[in-house]
T-cell receptor, first 109, second 116 residues
Framework: AQRVTQPEKLLSVFKGAPVELKCNYS??????LFWYVQYSRQRLQLLLR??SRESIKGFTADLNKGETSFHLKKPFAQEEDSAMYYC???????????FGKGTKLTVNP | DAGVIQSPRHEVTEMGQEVTLRCKPI?????LFWYRQTMMRGLELLIY????????DSGMPEDRFSAKMPNASFSTLKIQPSEPRDSAVYFC??????????????FGPGTRLTVL
């Protein structure tokens, strides 16, 4: 079965501090992993995906198949990063997304 | 482009009533997804269509739920009869799929449903 676990419901950091949002997954094949973000009063939108291996808004995420993790990291958090972050997984060749329950990040001034 | 459009944005109804949620995907997209979001269960996929054909409805909770996509620009999710436990935010998303694999899904603003 496919499952995505985000262990932290809430995460609070100060501006300029490093931030890491944890994501672990369960999938027997080769997954595709994504991070989606929802800013206040905005729609859920794609932040980044592991296959593109790019940094978006200073965020990066590395797929660790050994630890079955896809943690989202940013070295210096900004107040505008405050949002709800969802980790998601799809099976190879599948359109379906399985979402974690999300982590609400608050960056304090 | 206005993106994915959902209506209504808010719906309050009484138990036993029929509820119809509507979605207009982004023009040119060929896949459409319906999700339900609750505090307890998070964001769950209910059903998705590709080229207007239902591909996977394994997430539809029970027979009270049904979804249709009569054409490429419109889809409905119907609950009949509605129950208080159906209260949630329902999201519609669309994507353009070429070949196999997952492509970026674009989400609508959601419909907040309250069943009294």
């Amino acid at each position: 079965a496919q499952r995505v676990t985000q262990p932290e419901k809430l995460l609070s950091v100060f501006k300029g501090a490093p931030v890491e949002l944890k994501c672990n997954y369960s999938y027997s094949g080769s997954p595709e992993l994504f991070w989606y973000v929802q800013y206040s009063r905005q729609r859920l939108q794609l932040l980044l995906r592991h296959i593109s291996r790019e940094s978006i808004k200073g965020f990066t995420a590395d797929l660790n198949k050994g630890e079955t993790s896809f943690h989202l990291k940013k070295p210096f958090a900004q107040e505008e990063d405050s949002a709800m972050y969802y980790c998601a997984l799809s099976g190879s060749g599948s359109e379906k997304l399985v979402f974690g329950k999300g982590t609400k990040l608050t960056v304090n001034p | 482009d206005a993106g994915v459009i959902q209506s209504p944005r808010h719906e309050v109804t009484e138990m036993g009533q029929e509820v119809t949620l509507r979605c207009k995907p982004i023009s040119g997209h060929n896949s459409l997804f319906w999700y339900r979001q609750t505090m307890m269960r998070g964001l769950e996929l209910l059903i998705y269509f590709n080229n207007n054909v239902p591909i996977d409805d394994s997430g539809m909770p029970e027979d009270r739920f049904s979804a249709k996509m009569p054409n490429a620009s419109f889809s409905t999710l119907k609950i009949q009869p509605s129950e208080p436990r159906d209260s949630a935010v329902y999201f519609c998303a669309s994507s353009f799929v070429v070949g196999q694999g997952n492509n970026e899904q674009f989400f609508g603003p959601g419909t907040r449903l309250t069943v009294l």
